[in-house]
């Protein structure tokens, strides 16, 4: 089974919450069941030092143009592996969304008021990253608010693309208060349904989801499932969900 991870955190890039744990042990226990395929996508914060961690830029993966908003911007992919184990991590590269000393606000504490147009730039270019790489995912699992609209696109512009038309979509929200609600400007703006005006970002993210998966900081039960505190047990959970969404047994 193939697994794509669209996440906004994946430690020990990022770890503003324990998405980003999440999204660094699950891939990790996926890969090494010998039972799935992974890739993982992330944005390029400025707070990620490209030295440190030995970012390198896929020349043949860069160039895509993403619009947003009528606005243009270039896509640059660069690609690190996480330490200590031997998966990749792609990094979606822009100056004008992402190189900022911060991931949801600034060192004045004040949240970035374009949000929105960032979380829709990370969807559009990981999907696009993935077509460029020609390969087709069973599921994708989408993390956090920087992923909100993965599940949108999915849905609604990648619905008859090959690569993605039978692919199911899991989200796990982190609940971040990464913008006020959309408004109907914002909407049609995004390109994106009025209907969704006065939903947060991680509404926009469950409202389209096949599956849902808490994590276990989350307050109250809610619908779906929830990953547990313990790191061992994040395939269990993830296994089965994935396994009831595609009728199969891994």
């Known amino acids: 089974m193939r697994v794509l991870f669209v996440s906004g955190e994946v430690s020990p890039f990022t770890a503003a919450s324990e998405i980003g744990d999440i999204v660094r042990n699950l891939p990790e226990q996926l890969h090494e069941s010998g039972k799935y395929e992974t890739r993982i996508m992330m944005p390029r914060y400025g707070v990620i030092s490209e030295r440190r961690n030995r970012l390198h830029e896929v020349i043949r993966l860069s160039g895509s143009e993403i619009v947003v908003d009528d606005e243009i911007q270039t896509l ?37 008021d374009d949000n929105s147009e960032r979380a829709m730039y990370f969807g559009k270019a990981a999907f696009e990253t993935i077509k ?90 809610g619908q779906g499932a929830r990953f547990g505190t313990d790191p061992e047990s994040y395939m269990e959970t993830a296994n089965t969900v994935y396994e009831q969404l595609l009728g199969v047994t891994v």
């Open 76 to 112: 640059r992919v660069k690609v690190a592996s996480i330490p200590g184990i031997r998966l990749q991590v792609y990094f979606m590269d822009n100056v004008y969304y992402f190189k900022r000393k911060g991931v949801i606000a600034g060192k004045d504490g004040v949240t970035f």
């Open 132 to 221: 460029n790489l020609g390969w087709k995912p069973d599921v994708v699992h989408a993390f956090g608010w920087a992923s909100s609209f993965a599940p949108f696109l999915l849905k609604n512009e990648l619905s008859e693309e090959p690569l993605f038309e039978s692919a199911k979509i899991v989200y796990t929200p982190d609940h971040a208060d990464a913008n006020p609600d959309l408004t109907k400007e914002r909407c049609e703006a995004l390109g994106i349904p009025s209907e969704l005006a006065g939903k947060s970002l991680d509404d926009v993210g469950a409202s389209y989801a096949d599956a849902l998966i808490h994590p276990s900081s989350a307050n109250g039960s």
